[in-house]
């Protein structure tokens, strides 16, 4: 069982940088690809970007590709997002995931799901 908490959310202004983080609970963390997924209001849950714990190689939706970074660090057993230049259109339920089984991410079945962390962005 891997427990994934996300942290980093709040109430930022359009056009500064934010730094979302993942932490999971478990050493098997390593073993997983984990993803970043968002949900607006009375939207879709969307994939962002994913990112294999030992390769380190990162996927990006085409509509993060600019403004999104993932990057992991063993050591902490954490998966940061930031985002850049952040719009009043960010604002959303940040989620992050862990992909046991290679399944495709714009699917969104993943395995582990953390709670979210809420980013509300002012104009």
């Known amino acids: 069982q891997v427990q994934l908490v996300e942290s980093g959310g709040g109430l930022v202004q359009a056009g500064v940088s934010l730094r979302l983080s993942c932490a999971a609970s478990?050493?098997?963390?390593?073993?997983?690809?984990v993803g970043w997924f968002r949900q607006a209001p009375g939207k879709g849950r969307e994939f962002i970007a994913a990112?294999?714990?030992?390769?380190?190689?990162?996927t990006y939706a085409d509509s993060a590709k600019g403004r999104f970074t993932i990057s992991r660090d063993h050591a902490k057993n954490t998966v940061d997002l930031q985002v850049d230049s952040l719009k009043p259109d960010d604002a959303a339920v940040y989620y992050c995931?862990?992909?046991?089984?290679?399944?495709?991410?714009?699917?969104?079945?993943?395995?582990?799901w953390g709670k979210g962390t809420l980013v509300t962005v002012s104009s």
């Open positions: 478990s050493q098997t963390f390593i073993n997983y690809s």
């Open positions: 990112v294999g714990m030992r390769s380190g190689i990162p």
């Open positions: 995931a862990a992909n046991v089984h290679g399944n495709d991410w714009y699917t969104g079945d993943m395995d582990y």
